[in-house]
């Protein structure tokens, strides 16, 4: 038996006004996601506890099996372990956007224009960082390049106790009111504007600017946490994994699972993703590589809601269907495999909003070996609802999918 989830980040929504008052999983032509879902089970389910923030990170968790209220011990440090950092008990690690902000004269005053520098490119990224790196190293704090905007801080023999806000939730937003507070905030705030005033006459900025690119002229410090302990997937499940990702969080969350990871050419997290790769991927762990269960993670709905891009929104979700979820089930049925797959979102990010919410949201199990007419036709969010079916909890999906 060989067991599936593919997520596709962010694809649940409100309806959407410039689509009929429909929502993009009601709107995209996905087939094979409707299919399994009129010949599976589906429902909703609400992958965040009630008094968290609704981040990928403990939406994640809880969909690989792990309620966060038990493991949840920050973001930045379980993609700080996938990007191989070796981290003590006592460190503390934050996530660090490269970011565009405004050219208000005072920090507090600047616009977030772009949390992601437009999306810059992994080759400049790091040229930024290490620059940064430079001037802030000491022996308690340095900076690590990850990909693309994501980078790390290490803070050594450091506490917790700050509040920070993501970037992506103060798009078009002043700053000032959404700075770093807490433990350690001097520290974080002082390194975020010594970063405007060092970035902003770069080399690879004034290119950037040349070529009409947003410059990475900040960075934005939060997501702060300490090294996670989760229990071995295996031990939890009895069956061996994968996780395919484009993105140190997830991956992080895998490896901190004892989960094996993939490197996937030209997987991007957004929609320029390489989606055949990650399929291909998540084929060759089933079939060839001994894997029993794959989590295959597509953030590219996600990043098309955080910048209210309503139609490639829809089209990556059409995309998720047409080149993973059909690929990977034709793979599956040629190989006389019994499997069961789950497709879902991790949580909402609302076009309207351009940030996450807490909604519950829509998935559908299907079982290659107990299909049956289901009565649902299509896998969208009012579907789901009309189903009846609740799961309070999403950690506790997987034993739907694993034990059933």
Not at 18 to 25: C, D, M, Q, R, V
Not at 309 to 330: F, T, Y
Request: glycine residues 10%; negative net charge.
């Amino acid at each position: 038996m060989k067991y599936v989830v593919i997520l596709g980040d962010g694809m649940a929504d409100y309806p959407v006004r410039e689509l009929g008052n429909k929502t993009p999983l009601q709107v995209a032509h996905k087939p094979n996601m409707d299919y399994l879902a009129s010949h599976g089970r589906s429902g909703l389910v609400k992958t965040i506890p009630e008094g968290m923030p609704p981040g990928s990170d403990t939406a994640n968790l809880s969909v690989m099996g792990y309620d966060p209220e038990l493991y949840y011990s920050g973001r930045s440090p379980l993609e700080a372990v996938s990007m191989g950092i070796d981290l003590t008990e006592r460190d503390v690690t934050f996530r660090c956007n490269l970011v565009t902000l405004s050219g208000a004269q005072n920090f507090e005053d600047a616009v977030m224009v772009d949390y992601s520098a437009g999306e810059i490119s992994t080759a400049e990224a790091s040229e930024l960082i290490e620059y940064l790196n430079g001037k802030f190293q000491t022996e308690s704090i340095r900076l690590y390049p990850g990909i693309s905007y994501r980078h790390c801080l290490v803070l050594k023999n450091g506490k917790t106790g700050g509040y920070h806000t993501p970037p992506h939730d103060i798009s078009d937003r002043l700053v000032g009111e959404y700075l770093p507070t807490g433990e350690n905030s001097e520290l974080l705030i002082d390194l975020m504007k010594r970063s405007r005033e060092l970035l902003s006459e770069h080399p690879v900025n004034v290119s950037r600017m040349k070529r009409g690119l947003p410059p990475a002229n900040s960075i934005w410090l939060w997501g702060e946490g300490r090294k996670p302990k989760l229990s071995p997937f295996e031990d939890k499940y009895g069956v061996s994994g994968t996780v395919i990702s484009a993105v140190d969080l997830i991956k992080g969350i895998g490896i901190c699972a004892g989960l094996k990871t993939v490197e996937v050419p030209g997987a991007t997290g957004n929609i320029q993703t390489n989606f055949e790769g990650k399929a291909d991927a998540a084929v060759d762990a089933l079939l060839n590589k001994g894997s029993d269960f794959v989590y295959v993670h597509i953030e590219a709905p996600d990043e098309c809601g955080h910048r209210y891009e309503i139609g490639n929104k829809v089209r990556a979700i059409e995309l998720i269907d047409h080149k993973v979820v059909g690929p990977i089930k034709q793979a599956l049925d040629n190989a006389r495999e019994d499997y069961n797959m789950m497709v879902l979102p991790d949580h909402p990010t609302p076009l309207s909003l351009r940030t996450h919410t807490s909604d519950p949201v829509p998935f559908l199990l299907f079982q290659s070996a107990n299909q049956f007419t289901s009565g649902v036709t299509r896998y969208d969010e009012e579907s789901a609802k009309k189903s009846g079916v609740f799961i309070p909890k999403g950690c506790m999906l997987l034993d739907l999918l694993i034990q059933d």
